[in-house]
């Protein structure tokens, strides 16, 4: 073989080095995608300019150092998902120094080498979701001091230690959820100071330390909803000064401390339904003054202190549905000059006094369908007229002369009021059924003429006979007794003066004819 001969063959063997593609895969500008079940082995040869590698859906059942020797100088990200890898031997990440992105998702993976991760020094995202991993060993991420996401949520992870996440300085999202951790150790995101997000929700979670969160002075969104919290310490939202978003929803708790929630100008939303409260405070949201929306539906809360909304002068929407409210105090919104949408809806609310409404001047939707109202103070009735949707059926309303102030609001305003013809008569029963709206004056006349009427024409009877008239019976009964007896014995009486004289003539007459 010539020279010339040998230089064309070398090209041509670097060029299949550098630009040869395995089977079952794709190389173009400097990515190489192999997808496929038929995969077994890890591709080779993998082109050395290769600076992103996809590997999705395969049968690869480990990731060992020689896999990425040839290209590794050149690999920034790598993806590793929904395939079947089980192991990921020691060092395999030894030589990737330069990656940036590395994701490990959706594998049979159960656990990690100690130390894997520490060359990875400019790794920034780390995706670990949807694997097999049921703990994060102390000091598991050593060596990421400039990782700013890490993804560990849909494992089996029931246990984090002190030091799972040491080292993570710079880390701004941390997502846990759908795990089944059910304690966290009180210092375990210390050094996470630049934390901005973190995902704790559909855990099992049972309580919180009262210092969780106090080094995590950036936090933005806070996810803890769907666990098992019954009880929330005081303090442990006291120094989260950034804080945007905070989810607490179905969950079990039963209280809220006023000292809970610290200074939050920037929180504009709180979801707390489907928990167990079963009263609201004076003051518990009093340092929200930013929050725009508060939902505290599909609880327990029979009782609202008076003072419990102090503080929300921004607040725009409450959601106080599905509840066990009775009542609420006149002063209960007061001070709210914003609020705009209010719902009261599927409590058990028969009463409701008449200023409640009294400082809402930017009232726009009122929902108090299906609860237990029978009648709505006047004073109540007019102030309706500053809301733009009004929401009352499905309550037992009585269709008394007190509802008349209803019943003529209905008819001035009846575009305020989401079918209106839906407001119906419960009671009493000649007017069941029979909408409000359709209530004449002549309707209740008619009705108190029929009552009236009712009650003065009723015939007596043996039933209703007074006391003196029974008197005067019995008197007279006993009269035509005596006068009976009375006949009886005069005619006894005469009968017996009647055989007396008989009887004496026939004894003159026997003896006259002795003597003859």
């Not at 990782?147 to 949520?153: D, V």
């Not at 930013?290 to 609202?304: A, F, G, M, P, T």
């Not at 008449?354 to 400082?359: A, E, M, N, Q, V």
Request: net charge neutral; with cysteine.
């Amino acid at each position: 073989m010539d020279l010339r001969q040998y230089i064309i063959l070398c090209i041509c063997a670097v060029n299949a080095l550098v630009w040869g593609c395995p089977g079952q895969c794709q190389c173009k500008n400097n990515i190489t995608l192999c997808k496929g079940y038929e995969i077994q082995d890890f591709p080779s040869p993998i082109p050395l300019n290769t600076s992103s590698l996809i590997i999705f859906q395969t049968n690869i059942k480990s990731l060992k150092p020689a896999d990425f020797e040839t290209f590794a100088e050149s690999l920034t990200v790598l993806k590793v998902s929904a395939s079947k890898v089980t192991v990921v031997q020691p060092h395999t990440f030894d030589k990737t120094l330069h990656l940036a992105s590395l994701t490990l998702s959706e594998t049979e993976l159960s656990s990690l080498p100690k130390n894997i991760f520490a060359p990875l020094q400019v790794l920034k995202s780390l995706d670990l979701k949807k694997n097999m991993l049921m703990t994060i060993p102390p000091k598991t991420f050593q060596g990421l001091s400039l990782l700013e996401k890490l993804l560990l949520q849909e494992n089996n992870i029931r246990d984090l230690y002190p030091e799972s996440f040491h080292g993570l300085h710079k880390l701004k999202v941390l997502t846990l959820k759908q795990n089944k951790l059910e304690g966290i150790s009180s210092n375990v995101f210390d050094e996470m100071v630049n934390l901005e997000s973190l995902h704790l929700q559909n855990n099992v979670i049972r309580d919180l330390p009262s210092g969780l969160f106090s080094h995590q002075q950036k936090l933005q969104k806070l996810y803890l909803s769907n666990n098992r919290l019954s009880y929330l310490p005081e303090g442990i939202f006291l120094d989260l000064p950034n804080l945007q978003q905070i989810s607490l929803y179905d969950n079990q708790l039963q209280t809220l401390s006023p000292n809970i929630f610290g200074p939050m100008p920037l929180l504009q939303e709180l979801w707390l339904y489907d928990n167990k409260l079963i009263h609201l405070d004076k003051n518990v949201f009093s340092n929200l003054t930013h929050l725009n929306l508060l939902v505290v539906s599909r609880n327990q809360i029979s009782y609202i202190s008076p003072g419990a909304f102090n503080g929300l002068t921004k607040l725009e929407e409450i959601s106080l549905q599905s509840n066990l409210l009775t009542t609420l105090d006149e002063e209960v919104f007061r001070g709210l000059h914003n609020l705009a949408n209010i719902s009261l809806r599927n409590n058990q609310i028969d009463n409701l006094p008449g200023k409640l409404l009294l400082d809402l001047s930017s009232l726009h939707q009122l929902e108090l369908q299906n609860n237990s109202l029978m009648h709505l103070p006047e004073e109540l009735v007019r102030s309706l007229t500053k809301a733009t949707n009004v929401v009352m059926s499905e309550n037992p309303w009585k269709c008394d002369c007190s509802i008349l102030p209803l019943r003529d609001w209905l008819l001035m305003y009846s575009n305020k009021v989401t079918n209106s013809m839906s407001i119906k008569c419960s009671s009493p029963a000649l007017l069941v059924n029979m909408s409000i709206i359709n209530l004449t004056n002549d309707t209740f006349d008619t009705f108190t003429e029929s009552t009236t009427s009712g009650a003065s024409t009723i015939l007596p009877t043996a039933n209703n006979t007074s006391v003196s008239e029974k008197e005067d019976r019995t008197d007279d009964r006993w009269n035509i007794h005596m006068i009976v007896i009375a006949v009886v014995c005069s005619a006894v009486i005469v009968t017996i003066c009647i055989c007396v004289v008989c009887w004496r003539r026939s004894n003159r007459r026997g003896s006259q004819n002795i003597e003859h």
